[in-house]
């Protein structure tokens, strides 16, 4: 098999979205730790948008998560993360969006930033930026609390699929940020679907392989470069 790597700094929650899903696929590939790099030619080679993460197999270079993740469950051996059935899969894909388009922004770019992310660097919260994010961020914990209820084990139902791998990244980072401590017990589905996706072994086996979290230093730019202002 031609070799993979995936190129990211471990703490982002995209890259960690790539790498859940390569576990899941039993793909071996090597982390490229871009975190000195971050911004760089060398980065901005592989990514003209300056962001993480991208995927190599052997001279095939790719960047975009959607694009990585689909192109890792089609490519590669495994049980399918996609659902065969068209309106599984147009779930599925709704569910991604939504991750990309409220749940990402609210729950990671406002708050964990703010909340852990600048902290850790020295540089103060800015209150206003969660103000804002709070409410949206309920609305997208009900969402997905809703989709959960009656049993469902997963956002589709009884199988695991890309959205899954999509969302607990998110969960996972928010879990940090002071809020999600009273947030989280009201949401019961939310954490027993959280309990369940800890417990598979591929969460496990990418957990284990993870470096302890340390501060982001590249984060300092985001603070100048794209900090929300309200
Ligand atoms: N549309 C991109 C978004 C990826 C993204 O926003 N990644 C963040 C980290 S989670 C990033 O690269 N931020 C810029 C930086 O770290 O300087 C994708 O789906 O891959």
Redesign the pocket.
């Known amino acids: 098999m031609s070799e993979v790597t995936l190129f ?2 471990p703490r ?4 960690q979205i790539a790498g859940l899903v390569l576990t899941h696929k039993d793909v071996p590939y090597r982390f490229h730790d871009l975190e000195s790099e ?2 760089g030619p060398s980065h901005l080679a592989l990514h003209p ?5 991208i995927l190599r197999h052997g001279d095939f270079t790719l ?4 694009a ?1 993740t689909s192109y890792v469950d089609e490519a590669f051996d495994g049980r399918k993360l996609t659902p065969e059935e068209p309106q599984k899969r147009a779930r599925m894909n709704q569910w991604i969006s939504a991750i ?1 388009g409220y749940y ?1 922004p609210y729950m ?1 770019y406002h708050v964990s930033h703010e909340r852990n992310v600048f902290p850790q660097l020295g540089i103060p919260p800015d209150e206003k930026v969660v103000a804002h994010a709070m409410p949206k961020v309920e609305i997208c914990l009900q969402v997905m609390e809703r989709q959960l209820s009656h049993g469902k084990e997963y956002l589709l139902g009884s199988e695991v699929t890309l959205a899954d791998f999509y969302m607990l990244p998110m969960i996972h980072a928010f879990g940090f940020a002071p809020e999600s401590q009273g947030m989280y017990p009201n949401f019961p589905a939310i954490c027993t679907w959280r309990e369940q996706m800890e417990a598979l072994p591929t969460v496990k086996r990418f957990r284990a392989a993870q470096p302890p979290r340390a501060p ?1 230093e ?2 300092r ?2 603070a100048v470069s794209h900090r929300p202002k309200y």
């Open positions: 990211g700094f982002s929650t995209y890259v971050m911004g948008f300056d962001r993480v993460p960047y975009e998560t959607a990585i990309n990402y990671i982001i590249h984060a730019k985001w």
